[in-house]
């Protein structure tokens, strides 16, 4: 019983921490506060493994995971969820994915 | 001696004892992944960085701040965020601006006069840098940076940056 106790405990702890929400704004803000210190002709690759592992799970295209509006980050892996998290620099980004990776492209804002 | 009636009321004792244990855990780890990572502290020390970068190139003063004989262009200030490639628009999310930067510009030998000031944002909430951010958690997180620079005249000025990012809500 306490065995049973002890790995019911570990399951939890490793499902909380892997959660779509936190996964989604730790890695919205962390996206987010990599752009902001980017400059126009970096190229920006970025393991996000966590995500694809989490988006195959929920059935999630890993294409459409990280998005990139304006200047907003939006990290989604859920049907229903998604979090976004704005940067100041003025930049303008284009990401796409490649394989665990994804890659952000910055060149000169309007 | 009834060993089978002290058995049952120690697992019935152990088992109350595992139920507040994992009772603990539950409101701790709740606790913990319910608040959300606070990142406002490196986001203003980044845009203290940006500024800098923009105000002085290596140590000088950009040349679009500051002419060859020493005046301040106007320009520079009006034209501030766009010059320094910075977007204080944090979305719909937001009816207020949510960042909120300050220069201010002293000569070496006169520290305490000061020559030229850029503010942009929204500078409602200045006085609350004044307020222990641990304590208030939902106020602003404030970043204070200085540095020297020299520009084209030789004249050293003392730089002083103060950044300040709100955006409460998605931080605590």
Redesign the interface.
């Known amino acids: 019983m306490n065995l049973a106790f002890v790995v019911i405990i570990v399951l939890f702890l490793l499902k909380q921490g892997s959660g779509a929400s936190v996964l989604e704004n730790s890695y919205s803000k962390q996206i987010a506060l990599t752009l902001d210190s980017a400059k126009p002709g970096m190229i920006i690759k970025l393991n996000l493994i966590d995500l694809k592992e989490v988006s195959d799970k929920n059935k999630i295209n890993f294409n459409d995971v990280v998005k990139i509006e304006n200047n907003l980050v939006k990290v989604k892996l859920t049907e229903k969820g998604g979090q976004t998290y704005s940067f100041f620099n003025n930049v303008s980004v284009k990401c796409y994915p490649d394989n665990e990776f994804y890659i952000f492209t910055i060149s000169e804002g309007a | 001696m009834n060993r089978k009636g002290e058995e049952k009321i120690i697992s019935v004792y152990w088992f109350f004892i595992?139920v507040i244990v994992?009772g603990g855990?539950?409101l701790m780890?709740n606790a913990f992944?319910n608040d959300?990572?606070d990142?406002r502290e490196?986001?203003a020390s980044?845009?203290s960085?940006?500024i800098a970068d923009c105000i002085s190139l290596s140590g000088k003063m950009n040349p679009d701040l500051i002419s060859s004989t020493g005046i301040f262009k106007e320009e520079f200030k009006d034209n501030f965020?766009?010059r320094c490639?910075?977007?204080?628009?944090?979305?719909e999310?937001w009816t207020e601006i949510?960042?909120y930067a300050e220069i201010n510009f002293y000569k070496y030998n006169y520290p305490t006069k000061n020559v030229f000031n850029i503010s942009k944002g929204n500078q409602n909430w200045k006085a609350d840098c004044d307020l222990d951010s641990k304590k208030y958690k939902k106020l602003v997180v404030c970043n204070e940076k200085e540095f020297y620079s020299v520009d084209d005249a030789g004249t050293i000025y003392v730089v002083k940056i103060l950044s300040m990012v709100r955006?409460a809500e998605?931080n605590v």
């Open positions: 595992l994992a855990i539950l780890v992944y959300p990572y990142v490196i986001e980044i845009l960085e940006k965020l766009k490639s910075l977007n204080f628009d944090s979305g999310k949510q960042y955006k998605q």
